[in-house]
């Protein structure tokens, strides 16, 4: 259930882009997006991301605890949804509408490129800023 930092990314990555709406995000805004997530799931401010603060995280996005994010739970956290929308798509992979607990915890093994159970401020950062490319070339059409 680690990996729930992608919801957190979600409201994170919304609140952070604002009203720029119609615009496809620049490297820089999707580096500024990613700083506020880490910080936002780095409660301990350690400059790490360990289990539990991931596993917060998703407990906080999942609001009726049925183990999975819907996309309606995911755009809770704010405006934009457009864009939420967007990487919402590129993370349910399997197309269900659930970003699931497994879905997340695989996603966590490969933030954490040198297994070492902990994700580090540059592992994060290189798996989203990535991510959200993805979902800017898969799915960027949403943006208008
Ligand atoms: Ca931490
Ligand atoms: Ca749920
Ligand atoms: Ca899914």
Redesign the pocket.
Known sequence: MYYISALILLLSVGASFGQTTHATPSHQQIYAATDIAFKH??????????ER?LEQAFIHADANHDGRISEKEYEMGGSNHAFRQMVFLEMDNDGDGFVDESTLLGQYSIMNTNNDLIVSRAEFDKFYTALIENALQHHGYLLG
């Open positions: 799931i780095d409660r301990n401010n350690d400059g790490i991301i360990q603060e």
